[in-house]
């Protein structure tokens, strides 16, 4: 089976502009997770979705980002606009919640996202 | 607050040695997870091992195993019989009530041959 799927993997891009990171969670998991990580502030939950339904955005730094999740099989985070303090790798991860399960939560690749 | 402390921020190991890397946790829930991440130099996250807070037995999967000590609230990893391979950051991550993960600082691993 495939595992947590990102796109792109390598992303550079100049301040003010837009970027959308993209994820497929592994088929069959209900929920997903959107991290950041760096060097200063380590790995760092920004949002999570279960069912397709956001439960907790505390982590979204500010209004410059954002996070959709239209069916179970995609979900979308999206800087608008940019700045070089974005640069960072951001991880989607994919769990089952809520059925017993050890709810272990399975990481894609990451995208490494620099903002010039 | 932080919940997850590692305290050693780099550790070498020799080639088919153990390696202990510890983990200790702070939460007031009853009902939590504790689990191990590695991160090799090619950055993806790979899950090692999972703890119940209610499994009364220490978690083992193949030469990860995880010794549990909840009234001391740590979660140590161990690694037996280590391989070059092994060479990573590894985190320690915690999931209680809410089912977000919190994350330690982590542990480099160095195994020298």
């Known amino acids: 089976d495939a595992g947590v799927i990102q796109s792109p993997r390598h992303e550079v891009t100049e301040m003010g502009q837009e970027v959308t990171l993209r994820c497929k969670p592994i088929?069959?998991?209900?929920?997903l997770f959107w991290y950041r990580q760096t060097m200063m502030r380590g790995l760092e939950l920004l949002i999570y979705?279960?069912?397709?339904?956001?439960?907790?955005d505390s982590g979204m730094p500010e209004d410059r980002f954002s996070a959709k999740m239209p069916n179970a099989s995609f979900s979308t985070l999206k800087i608008q606009p940019s700045e070089p303090r974005d640069s960072a790798v951001y991880f989607c991860a994919s769990s089952l919640l809520g059925q017993g399960a050890q709810e272990t939560q399975y990481f894609g690749p990451g995208t490494r996202l620099l903002v010039l | 607050a932080q919940k997850i402390t590692q305290t050693q921020p780099g550790m070498f190991v020799q080639e088919k040695e153990a390696v202990t890397l510890d983990c200790t946790y702070d939460t007031s829930d009853q009902s939590y997870g504790l689990f191990w991440y590695k991160q090799p130099s090619s950055g993806e996250m790979i899950f090692l091992i999972y703890q119940g807070s209610y499994d009364e037995q220490n978690a083992t999967e193949g030469r990860y195993s995880l010794n549990f000590q909840k009234a001391r609230k740590s979660a140590n990893l161990v690694i037996s019989a280590s391989q070059l391979g092994d060479s990573a950051m590894y985190f320690c991550a915690m999931r209680d009530d809410d089912y977000k993960l919190s994350f330690g600082a982590g542990t480099t691993v160095t195994v020298r041959a």
């Open positions: 088929s069959g998991h209900n929920s």
């Open positions: 979705f279960n069912n397709n339904v956001p439960i907790d």
